[in-house]
């Protein structure tokens, strides 16, 4: 049973804003993950003998979410495991849910060598349903246009791997300015990436820029060294943040994006007199490897 999103009131520092609890509307499929799988669940129960097949790393939480989905949902579930070195208890949850996994080299990944595949899961099932890794695609950006975001806002906030949930965001926004903070370093081309699944879903494509005074905008202000990177000052935020507000903060997403908007406010580049939304968007497994990857650096915070 999927719970709506509470709505939190946080005091960080002196500085108050609202969240938008995704983390807790399902102890397993939780955050944006329940939304980006919504349709794409909806259209594989459609289906006789079928098998829904995604993509991901060791610690993937789409793959966790995935797998706990269509367990709950008496569906068959597989997936292309980017890596053939090394385990994890993301890995094994998602067996144990019943997910039958491929573990490719990382150079098989991106060439997405799926005639092997294929020809695997073809032997058990009639059909074989794809979800792109994160679940970008135009059903997930429909779902995550249904988030029950409370309008009167100034603005929204969200972190952005794959940008998808931003992109449903867009769709259902009336006044208030909707931020995306990247987690990746380099070139900021998530909002480009998005525009073939407006086309696909006949939305009507918006204006989003890559700057903080933006109307609405995706920014890599706060990426750091990129995807999943140790950001010492990231971590020692999320670390006072859980003190002061008992609110834990996902490492690689949630925890970047939170310490932008708490900094851009604190060096007046936002009006504190603002009403602003941050949306938790779960992924808090994830944080158990990402400690044990950094557990050097975490052990110098001490």
């Known amino acids: 049973m999927i719970q709506s999103p509470p709505l939190s009131t946080v005091t960080y520092n002196g500085i108050t804003v609202d969240v ?6 399902h102890p397993e499929v939780s955050g944006n993950k329940w939304y980006k799988l919504h349709y794409n669940l909806i259209k594989m129960q459609s289906i ?25 949902l008496g569906v068959a579930s597989a997936a292309v495991i980017r890596g053939k070195e090394g385990d994890s208890p993301t890995l094994q949850k998602a067996i144990a849910n019943g997910m039958h996994v491929f573990r490719v080299s990382r150079t098989d990944f991106r060439n997405k060598v799926m005639d092997e595949v294929r020809q695997a899961l073809g032997k058990h099932y009639a059909t074989i349903i794809e979800v792109p890794e994160g679940g970008s695609n135009a059903l997930g950006m429909m779902g995550c246009s249904e988030i029950p975001v409370p309008h009167g806002y100034d603005r929204v906030c969200v972190a952005c791997g794959t940008a998808t949930t931003f992109g449903g965001l867009l769709k259902r926004r ?4 909707v931020i995306g903070f990247s987690v990746l370093k380099g070139e900021n081309r998530l909002f480009e990436d998005l525009l073939p699944l407006f086309e696909e879903l006949g939305w009507p494509i918006p ?96």
Do not use: P
């Open 20 to 25: 938008l609890r995704l983390d807790l509307v």
């Open 48 to 72: 006789q003998s079928g098998v829904l097949l995604t993509y991901g790393g060791l610690h993937s939480n789409h793959l966790a979410a995935t797998a706990a989905a269509t367990r709950q």
């Open 174 to 177: 009336t006044t208030e300015k």
């Open 207 to 302: 204006r989003v820029g890559s700057r903080i005074s933006d109307e609405c905008a995706i920014v890599n202000n706060y990426a750091g060294a990129g995807y999943a990177s140790f950001e010492k000052e990231v971590v020692v935020f999320a670390a006072n943040f859980l003190k002061q507000t008992g609110m834990e903060l996902d490492q690689v997403y949630t925890a970047k994006m939170f310490y932008g908007v708490f900094d851009l406010l604190k060096r007046g580049e936002w009006s504190a007199s603002e009403k602003i939304l941050l949306l938790h968007t779960g992924g808090l497994q994830g944080n158990a490897a990402f400690y044990q990857r950094y557990a050097m650096q975490m052990s110098h915070l001490q």
